[in-house]
């Protein structure tokens, strides 16, 4: 015997059990689900699945997460901070921005200072597990450079970590 299908709100709160959502990402996941809800629906009834999820579906998906918003379930500070918290040790303040743009967030004014705050701290850190030390060559430093770019810290800092300083 088969479980009965899930419904979009015991979805949606298992999801947001497993960690934190942006409104953007759990939209996303719900309509996915409820399109898959259909085909299913259509499969067992013999016809022919929508091309498209429906206005409605989209119009439950988002009261939905108004009323998720509303319990305190769906919050856009936890979010942030949850991800703040994740990327913060390997990752710059560019890189993180990005992320949270992504997801259709912003950062806090003293979020992002305390950010700003710690990004040489954090360069140096990620650079010293994985490089060790100051490169012996321009082409070392180079790498290094590239890598610590990559990583989203700003090109300041990207300097004065690879060049070896320590002061501000």
Do not use: C
Not at 76 to 102: K, M
Not at 147 to 157: D, Q, Y
């Amino acid at each position: 015997m088969s479980r009965p299908a899930l419904t979009l709100r015991s979805r949606a709160i298992g999801y947001l059990a497993q960690r934190e959502h942006s409104r953007v990402e759990l939209r996303r996941k719900l309509l996915d689900a409820a399109a898959r809800q259909q085909r299913l629906r259509a499969a067992a009834e013999g016809g022919e699945p929508p091309d498209a999820l429906g206005a409605a579906a989209e119009q439950e998906v988002d009261a939905l997460l108004d009323w998720l918003t509303g319990k305190g379930l769906l919050s856009a500070e936890r979010f942030v901070e949850s991800r703040i918290h994740a990327r913060a040790p390997r990752y710059g303040n560019l890189r993180i921005r990005q992320e949270l743009a992504q997801h259709g967030v912003a950062l806090e004014p003293d979020a992002a200072d305390a950010l700003q705050a710690s990004e040489l701290d954090r360069a140096r850190a990620v650079w010293i597990k994985r490089y060790g030390g100051v490169a012996p060559d321009a082409a070392g430093r180079a790498r290094q450079a590239r890598f610590l770019t990559a990583r989203g810290f700003s090109s300041e800092v990207v300097r004065r970590v690879v060049a070896g300083r320590s002061g501000d």
